[in-house]
């Protein structure tokens, strides 16, 4: 009976049938309750579910489960069958997420287990490496920078039971060793990572001198390698040392362009220098002299950047190295534009946007040929290349250059979650302007799972509930933020004239604001130059004043109501109004959102200067580089708090512009001083005698405040924006 049922799970898992299966499990589970130990062997029951888990672990879930309750219920004996039912219950226990904590616990609770058993005996060795190795499977999710640090303790169970059993498997040791000092690192345990790396160095070059530099080149990245390590090591290993180690610096301290060239410059030179005296073979050469250039990309250095370009020697053997190659001449191409790189004119547009374009053609054909780092490195470069398009006049000109990124990396299953979970939110943005909200939401829905630390699930539910506000429309809005939120996804939406937009806008300030806002806005409405007398433009600025102070009591009293969310549907009303040129609307909005400024900003320091820029240009922590930067300040802003920071940076520029059509309205230009309304110059003597009026230097006055306050904000937009290094800010 054994032998046969085990033929009928060989034949079902080999033709992947499921209903054979299924059948095959109800006859091992009739022969089960008759509870005859002749009947029946247990070790089946483990037998049936690895079965399961291979042709279809979602679909066979309460089969897996049951069939393991069988097992464990017939008290089986301590076997190697035991430590595969453990292995089973770690299947069903696989987190989908970094969020899935729970799950992590509990997968890592049963590999543990498996590991503990598999040591005691050298018989079930090989038990320690499968757990091991399907540990790795498992939680991948979390054996990334950002998440690493939560998979510390079962990385360093499983390095120890490996080491101990002395697997001949150095290579697999190697990995899961690095990955263990990874996580070792990103949890502060320094002391301890610098152990582990000098004992994963000294392991590499005994047993696997092969793995030496990809070893070297990444902990040396994060400043573990000292220079003792690197004692008797060829020249190809000190200069990978060397250019890790310069990233490792410019990562943590400041350093100026100078002597970031001046550094890049003698690595160069060392490269070519061992090349022309035969110390470094071509293929070597290459490779080091390719990574040079994508840091001198990075840092803006364009002419050492043409420098490793042309020091590369061709014909290259190998295709991935010729692609990787393709993808820095097309970001080469934009760093030769030097400080118009940042620009908007329409010619630099276009040189971007064909950078785009080649860069793309070589991202389609490298996902053909080449391998996964490979068409890794092509995404986070078309990515960069990207950036400065994802402003929402011009992002819709990137959408199919979004698209290839999110799919490529998704045919990959790669480990640069935050940079996919980046691109679907931007991808999500542009599908909202094209109004294919279904679309939008897929993409929220993917960055939402896909946001290793929660840094952007602020942002992605505030988007997802303004869609589901759109779209469920015989849903009435409950809060008074859904209300505003629905009215404004209208606005949005639909194609008004600006007469018609006014009052939408209106109703959206008046359900935020219901006290001041409509009343700010109708004293902005009246034209002193339609006044009659002074007495008028007294009251006038009487009455300006007391809107901004009753502004702010409101807002004071509301202090406490979800404010985040009030924050982002004040500026989403500004911009909106802005976009559209309804100026009494954005004066008015972006002063109401420039309220929360302490909450929502970051302090700049008093004397800032121009900081040396030193990566392509992001959003809101976007990716830099195809490794993940690590170590950073504790001053560091999260991505949400960035995100809220270059908010207020724009809208302090809403706010001075829209300052600057309201003296417009008073037909005064920036920079000059008022004039008399038309009816009181109709008669000179008129003129004369209202020039030295209270009334008047009063009103003289409070038109230089508002001069004085409209340059404020430009200054305050911009030394923010300098701050953050958001060089799009400070150039729009």
């Keep these: 009976m054994d032998q046969y049922i085990r033929s009928q799970l060989l034949s079902a898992v080999n033709n992947n049938d499921n209903e054979k299966l299924t059948k095959t499990y ?80 509990k997968c890592s609770g049963y590999i543990l287990k ?23 499977k498992l939680a991948r999710p979390f054996l990334v920078l950002q998440s690493i640090h939560h998979v510390v303790n079962t990385l360093g169970a499983i390095v120890k039971a490996l080491t101990a059993i002395d697997d001949h498997n150095k290579k697999w040791l190697l990995n899961v060793s690095v990955s263990y000092i990874e996580s070792l690192y990103k949890n502060e345990q320094s002391d301890l990572a610098t152990k582990e790396t000098q004992a994963a160095i000294k392991l590499a070059k005994s047993k696997c001198p092969e793995q030496l530099s990809e070893i070297i080149c990444k902990l040396s990245n994060y400043g573990l390698v000292s220079n003792s390590d690197m004692t008797n090591l060829p020249l190809n290993l000190q200069i990978i040392y060397e250019t890790n180690t310069l990233k490792s610096k410019l990562r943590s301290t ?42 001198a990309l990075q840092y803006r250095l364009p002419d050492l950047a043409q420098k490793c370009l042309d020091g590369l020697q061709k014909p290259f053997t190998d295709v991935n190295f010729d692609f990787r190659v393709k993808f820095a001449e097309a970001d080469l191409c934009v760093k030769n534009l030097g400080d118009d790189e940042q620009s908007y004119k329409k010619s630099i547009l276009t040189v971007r946007m064909k950078s785009i374009s ?23 470069t078309l990515w960069n290349l990207c950036l400065p398009m994802l402003q929402h ?17 998704e045919d990959l299953q790669s480990m640069l979650v935050l940079l996919r979970c ?4 931007e991808l999500a943005k542009c599908y909202q302007d094209q109004q294919k909200l279904i679309e939008a939401l897929e993409n929220f829905n993917k960055a939402l799972n896909l946001d290793p630390d929660g840094q952007y699930k602020e942002i992605i539910m505030y988007h997802m509930k303004c869609i589901n506000l759109k779209t469920n429309l015989y849903k009435k809005p409950d809060t008074i933020e859904e209300k505003a939120g629905f009215l404004l996804e209208q606005a949005k939406s639909a194609k008004h004239a600006k007469t018609n937009l006014h009052p939408i806008l209106l109703k959206v300030g008046e359900y935020l604001a219901p006290n001041t806002f409509n009343w700010g806005i109708k004293e902005l409405g009246e034209n002193s130059q339609n006044c009659a007398s002074l007495m008028v433009l007294k009251d006038k600025i009487t ?11 409101e807002m004071n009293r509301l ?10 549907l004040w500026a989403d009303v500004a911009k909106l109004a802005r976009k559209e040129e309804v100026w009494d609307v954005a004066l008015t909005a972006s002063r109401f959102a420039l309220w929360f400024e302490e909450q929502f900003s970051t302090p700049v320091p008093e004397e800032d200067p121009v900081p040396q820029r030193k990566s392509t240009p992001s959003r809101a922590g976007s990716i830099r580089s195809e490794k993940p930067q690590v170590k950073e300040s504790k001053n560091k802003m999260s991505n949400l708090d960035k995100s809220n920071a270059i908010l207020m940076a724009e809208l302090n520029f809403i706010y001075a512009e829209s300052l600057i059509f309201f003296m417009m309205q008073e037909n005064i230009s920036l920079g000059e001083g008022p004039k008399l309304p038309r009816q009181l110059v109709e008669c000179e003597d008129e003129l004369v005698r209202h020039i030295d009026y209270p009334q008047w230097e009063a009103y003289d006055a409070w038109i230089k405040e508002i001069q004085e306050e409209c340059i404020e904000h430009f200054i305050k937009g911009g030394k923010q924006g300098m701050h953050l290094k958001e060089w799009w800010l400070v150039n729009n």
């Design 26 to 105: 109800q006859k091992i589970k009739s022969e089960g309750h008759k509870g005859s130990a002749e009947s029946l062997s247990p070790d089946l029951f483990v037998i049936c579910a690895e079965s399961a888990i291979t042709i279809n672990l979602v679909r066979n879930y309460d089969l897996i489960e049951e069939a393991l309750t069988f097992y464990l219920a017939l008290k089986p004996k301590e076997n190697q069958f035991l430590a595969r039912s453990y292995l089973c219950h770690a299947h069903l226990h696989k987190p989908a997420s970094t969020r899935d904590l729970d799950k992590l616990e």
């Design 114 to 136: 498996t590991i503990d058993f598999g040591k005691q005996n050298s018989r079930y060795y090989f038990l320690v490496v499968n757990a091991s190795i399907l540990f790795w």
């Design 358 to 380: 080649n860069c793309q053609e070589t991202l389609v054909a490298s996902m053909k040929h080449c391998d996964s780092s490979t068409v890794q490195s092509g995404c986070v």
């Design 422 to 425: 980046q691109v679907h939110i």
């Design 543 to 553: 009455k300006y004043k007391e809107a901004k102070e009753k502004g702010t009591s």
């Design 393 to 409: 006049n011009l992002r819709h000109q990137i959408v199919a250059p979004l698209k290839l990124i999110s799919k490529a990396l």
């Design 559 to 568: 202090a406490e109501v979800n404010t985040h969310e009030r924050f982002i």
């Design 254 to 295: 400041e350093m100026d362009s100078a002597k970031i060239s001046k550094t890049v410059g003698n690595i160069t030179k060392k490269i070519l220098d061992g090349k022309g005296k035969g110390d470094l073979d071509p293929d070597t050469s290459n490779d080091l002299l390719l990574e040079v250039l994508l840091i």
